[in-house]
């Protein structure tokens, strides 16, 4: 079964908290046990697991991120622009899928953990890919 979140992201950079569309998902499924991939199918975009409890987690993160990869002119690749670029380097260090457990029916998250949508070169219409696999 092949499902999807869709969402329109801010302008600039943000960690946007898709768990509800994800579990709603899972639960709308039926399946009670197995597998759920979440695929990002963007080049400056990506997904990752982590705590939203505190709004300032996802800050912390970008900022970090923004420091290791600083928008900049002097990228090799300058198809779009200087954030496209760098885009396309936080993209890759985050990764663009996750794995995560299917148990009694619901997604196996730790209690503060979240699925977190990474977009680095907002605003956009953007789509996460939702594959479970039952068993």
């Known amino acids: 079964m092949l499902s999807e979140v869709t969402l ?24 009670e046990a197995g597998i759920c991939v979440l695929v990002v199918p963007h080049t400056t975009a990506a997904i990752t697991l982590n705590s939203a409890l505190d709004e300032a987690t996802a800050t912390d993160i970008l900022t970090d991120l923004q420091r290791l990869v600083p928008k ?25 899928s996750i794995t995560l457990i299917v148990a009694d029916g619901a997604l196996a998250l730790g209690s503060s953990q979240s699925i977190l949508f990474c977009e680095f ?6 789509r996460v890919q939702v594959k479970l696999l039952p068993g």
């Open 8 to 31: 329109a992201t801010p302008r600039g950079e943000a960690l946007v908290d898709i768990t509800p569309q994800v579990n709603e998902i899972v639960r709308a499924s039926g399946v």
């Open 121 to 126: 070169d907002g605003p956009r219409q953007r």
């Open 72 to 96: 900049r002119v002097d990228f090799a690749h300058q198809y779009d622009t200087p954030a496209d670029a760098a885009g396309h380097i936080k993209a890759a260090l985050i990764g663009h």
